[in-house]
């Protein structure tokens, strides 16, 4: 049976998903050392989740900072997941 929209995730997955995941591994494996596989990848998921939702939710972003997404705005949405994220996976030490 043929099925692209499942045929496509896989692909997807296997040229973007696990690269990525991978390598934002091996770079939580420096903050992180001694934490499972598995731990660190709930965190890489937790840092897509909320990548996700800055993009999917903008409207309701924009709306509760009562501001457009501008350039310096982007990077201040960086800096606190990045900020955000690197708390929590520390308390994983």
Known sequence: EFR???LAA???AEEV?????????KLLRTV?????????????????GQAIHFVRARAIVEH??????TEEFLEELVEHVCSFS???IGSLK
């Not at 992180?32 to 897509?48: Q, V």
């Open 64 to 69: 509760l900072v009562g501001h457009p997404y």
């Open 86 to 88: 690197l708390h929590g």
């Open 4 to 6: 692209p929209i499942a």
């Open 32 to 48: 992180a050392p001694n934490a499972p596989d598995e731990k660190l990848s709930l965190c890489i998921s937790s840092i897509s």
């Open 10 to 12: 896989d692909i997807i």
């Open 17 to 25: 998903g696990i690269p990525l995941h991978q390598m934002m591994r």
